[in-house]
């Protein structure tokens, strides 16, 4: 791993962008970079590009400065994309992408095949993009601005350190950006729990429409336009919905549908211990890590949890006769 400091040599002009429906490590990551710029190059001008990140992200330092449209034919000396595996997701933003001098890219994504940046630093081991930037910074250039979209973005992607990605570093880590004086308590319950009332609905909705199936070891809910009609709700509102799926006892895989357009459902899954998910999501376009991975499908319902069910299947008999049981 090489540091910040060695990419930003000779740059004068760097834009920052990360992937689509901005999560909370997509967005600490692209404001740790900016608040890291402020603190340690004011000289360099340094924009942000990135969608409207969802409003419990706006406490974040400098997320009123994000830019959601393009710059008309601005040339960056460098443009750093994080967490983001493909160029799709950073779609309105890539012609400037493109023209840029130079592209780095900073992921944990097992699914990035490192083949869109001249610069990588890939690490699908990582607990999240945040902690990567954190190594990358070093801790010595880190104010609070920074260190509180870094933790943030740590938080998100661990579940609240629970999620198996979780390491000694990535406590070490948290350890060390507490030390600035972050309201850690306020980030965690505002940030990452707190839900609306629609949202606890739309929840308790999932949850009762949950079914089942390869004797309880995989369960799936979907939720058709109709009913996000019917509350009001949007994808931004699902937050949480897969998490508490992938919790059923006895579940190894968990499997999420909502409808996002008459026909086209966007689809997360989350398993426990052994099913590669990544792998299900890459075969349809997405992506993801092995424990958690996201994709969009057109079609019935009911025929792409078939398909996802015979992959899993598939992983499922390879595991027992690796097993041998
Ligand atoms: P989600 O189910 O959308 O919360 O996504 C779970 C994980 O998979 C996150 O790390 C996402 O960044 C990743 N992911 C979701 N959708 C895609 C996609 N279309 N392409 C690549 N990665 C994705
Ligand atoms: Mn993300
Ligand atoms: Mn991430």
């Known amino acids: 791993m090489k540091k910040l400091e ?18 909370g490590d997509a967005t600490g990551s692209v404001l740790a970079v900016l608040n890291y710029m402020k ?22 330092p400098g997320c009123g400065e994000i830019h959601t449209e393009l710059s008309a034919d601005k040339v960056y000396d460098l443009f750093m994309i994080c967490d983001c595996s493909t160029l799709d997701r950073i779609d309105p933003f890539a012609p400037a992408y493109r023209s840029a001098g130079r592209r780095l890219c900073v992921d944990h994504h097992k699914s990035n095949a490192g083949d869109f940046a001249e610069d990588n630093e890939v690490y699908p081991d990582v607990s999240s993009t945040c902690e990567i930037l954190y190594d990358l910074m070093g801790t010595e250039h880190i104010g609070r601005n920074t260190a509180e979209c870094l933790y943030t973005g740590i938080v998100h992607d661990t579940g609240v350190f629970k999620y198996s990605c979780t390491s000694r570093h ?16 306020s980030i965690i319950d ?34 058709p336009e109709s009913v996000m009609k019917f509350y009001g709700v949007t994808g931004a509102d699902m937050g949480g919905v897969i998490e508490q799926l992938r919790l059923t006892e006895g579940v190894e895989v968990a499997i999420f549908l909502y409808e996002t357009q008459t026909g086209v459902y966007k689809v997360s899954l989350r ?33 792409i949890i078939n398909e996802i069910s015979a992959m899993i299947a598939q992983q499922l008999e390879d595991a027992q006769a690796q097993s041998g049981t």
Do not use: W
Request: charged share 20%.
């Open 170 to 185: 990535t406590m070490e880590i948290a350890g060390d950006l507490m030390d600035r004086g972050l309201d850690t308590t």
């Open 271 to 303: 398993s426990k211990k052994f099913i590669d998910v990544s792998k299900i999501a890459v075969a349809y376009g997405g992506g993801g890590h092995a424990r958690a991975a996201g994709f969009t499908a057109s079609g019935r319902s009911r025929a």
């Open 6 to 23: 060695e990419y930003l040599k000779g740059v004068s002009s760097l834009a920052v962008t990360a992937h689509i429906n901005p999560d």
């Open 190 to 223: 505002n940030s990452f729990y707190s839900k609306t009332y629609v949202q606890n609905q739309i929840l308790g909705r999932a949850l009762l429409e949950s079914v089942l199936f390869f004797n309880g070891r995989c369960i799936f809910s979907v939720i």
């Open 39 to 60: 603190d340690n190059h004011p000289e360099i001008q340094t924009n942000v590009y990135l969608q409207e990140p969802e409003k419990e992200l706006a406490f974040l």
